[in-house]
């Protein structure tokens, strides 16, 4: 059989799941136009909605491909928000504190989660997504885990979590952060290192001023490119330390395909210059892939298995969460921006 005819063979198989996952990642984005609701939350319950699709018919394939090779393609593509120009013109003190806030987070969320009855892997996984970029960290940190019979639902209450929490988020901390008497550029930088997703971010801070937008996108930018240094660092520490047999799990490789490509996309946006529009196409794009991957993750998981998570794993995330804000009004007071 040719490449060619493998390529259409293989795509006849996942067309139909591709294309449902596709559907509902545009029902999501038109809710959350006309309604305001987050774009990434509606495609996950959408999704969650409609798992029969996943456990029989033609879509399960695709789901499947959707919610693995197209979510990585989106994360990768990330890159091309990020430049070293951009984190040069943070200040070492600015790029200290958020540095120091990924670490520290998730150092919290890996000795809190233990006491709460959570595992490294709940306990990093909501870490990590709280202290880099809400729901696409999440994702990316869990395909880099080793697999087990709850990995989905621990990846979709986390996704969940965020979202709920970024967006109650938004509406609070400007208000907090103008109550303690923040100016407009650290009041950006407050909501930028804190705020966990990143349309969260950019409705908050420009919802108190345009300086306060830009500070808080920029900040929030750079701690989107703390995804890949994390994500190498957990491959490196699941390699050594879990075994390939663990829960039927396999080792990741030292250094996944989609954090190269995140790499070298973040170089080369940094060391070539690159037209705006195609770096707002990759935006776009990186955008959809990760909304339509979030709709396929949903659509594999019962919101029943969801639902056995339990309140401890809510106290874990708000937590995180708390633990995060303190840190950056407390390094705020220290480093005055």
Same mark, same amino acid.
């Given at each position: 059989? /040719?490449?060619?005819?493998?390529?259409?063979?293989?795509?006849?198989?996942?067309?139909?799941?591709?294309? *449902?996952?596709?559907? %509902?990642? #545009?029902?999501?984005?038109?809710?959350?136009?006309?309604?305001?609701?987050?774009?990434?939350?509606?495609?996950?319950?959408?999704?969650?909605?409609?798992?029969?699709? /996943?456990?029989?018919?033609?879509?399960?394939?695709?789901?499947?491909? =959707?919610?693995?090779?197209?979510?990585?393609?989106? %994360?990768?593509?990330?890159?091309?928000?990020?430049?070293?120009?951009?984190?040069?013109?943070?200040?070492?003190?600015?790029?200290?504190?958020?540095?120091?806030?990924?670490?520290?987070?998730?150092?919290?969320? #890996?000795?809190?989660?233990?006491?709460?009855?959570?595992?490294?892997?709940?306990?990093?996984?909501?870490? =990590?997504? *709280?202290?880099?970029?809400?729901?696409?960290?999440?994702?990316?940190?869990?395909?880099?885990?080793?697999? $087990?019979?709850?990995?989905?639902?621990?990846?979709?209450?986390?996704?969940?979590?965020?979202?709920?929490?970024?967006?109650?988020?938004?509406?609070?901390?400007?208000?907090?952060?103008?109550?303690? =008497?923040?100016?407009?550029?650290?009041?950006?930088?407050?909501?930028?290192?804190?705020?966990?997703?990143?349309?969260?971010?950019?409705?908050?801070?420009?919802? *108190? /001023?345009?300086?306060?937008?830009?500070?808080?996108?920029?900040?929030?930018?750079?701690?989107?490119?703390?995804?890949?240094?994390?994500?190498?660092?957990? /491959?490196?520490?699941?390699?050594?330390?879990?075994?390939?047999?663990? $829960?039927?799990?396999?080792?990741?490789?030292?250094?996944?395909?989609?954090?190269?490509?995140?790499?070298?996309?973040?170089?080369?946006?940094?060391?070539?210059?690159?037209?705006?529009?195609?770096? $707002?196409?990759?935006?776009?794009?990186?955008?959809?892939?990760?909304?339509?991957?979030?709709?396929?993750?949903?659509?594999?998981?019962?919101?029943?298995?969801?639902?056995?998570?339990?309140?401890?794993?809510?106290?874990?995330?708000?937590?995180?969460?708390?633990? #995060?804000?303190?840190?950056?009004?407390?390094?705020?007071?220290?480093?005055?921006?």
């Amino acid at each position: 059989m /040719s490449i060619l005819a493998t390529l259409h063979a293989r795509g006849r198989v996942l067309f139909p799941g591709v294309l *449902v996952s596709i559907l %509902v990642a #545009l029902s999501a984005q038109f809710v959350a136009e006309h309604y305001g609701a987050p774009a990434m939350l509606m495609a996950l319950l959408f999704g969650i909605a409609l798992n029969f699709l /996943s456990t029989e018919g033609p879509c399960g394939a695709g789901i499947q491909w =959707g919610a693995k090779t197209v979510l990585r393609f989106g %994360v990768a593509l990330l890159g091309l928000r990020i430049s070293v120009s951009m984190i040069s013109d943070l200040g070492i003190g600015l790029v200290s504190l958020v540095i120091l806030g990924v670490v520290a987070t998730i150092g919290f969320g #890996l000795l809190m989660g233990p006491r709460l009855g959570h595992g490294p892997r709940f306990s990093f996984l909501t870490a =990590g997504s *709280v202290a880099i970029c809400g729901a696409s960290a999440a994702m990316a940190i869990a395909a880099i885990l080793p697999k $087990d019979d709850r990995s989905e639902q621990r990846l979709v209450f986390t996704v969940v979590g965020v979202t709920l929490l970024s967006t109650i988020a938004m509406v609070l901390y400007p208000i907090m952060a103008t109550a303690m =008497g923040l100016d407009e550029q650290s009041i950006g930088v407050f909501l930028g290192a804190t705020i966990h997703d990143v349309a969260q971010v950019v409705g908050a801070g420009f919802s *108190v /001023s345009e300086q306060t937008g830009e500070t808080a996108t920029l900040i929030k930018l750079f701690r989107v490119a703390m995804l890949a240094p994390v994500v190498v660092v957990a /491959s490196m520490v699941v390699r050594a330390y879990v075994p390939a047999s663990d $829960d039927g799990g396999s080792r990741p490789p030292i250094l996944p395909v989609f954090v190269v490509g995140f790499i070298v996309l973040a170089a080369l946006n940094s060391f070539v210059s690159l037209p705006v529009a195609v770096t $707002d196409w990759a935006g776009a794009i990186s955008r959809w892939a990760l909304l339509t991957s979030i709709a396929a993750v949903g659509m594999k998981t019962s919101l029943r298995d969801v639902a056995q998570v339990g309140g401890a794993a809510i106290a874990l995330i708000v937590a995180e969460t708390i633990f #995060l804000a303190l840190f950056v009004t407390a390094g705020l007071a220290f480093l005055p921006t």
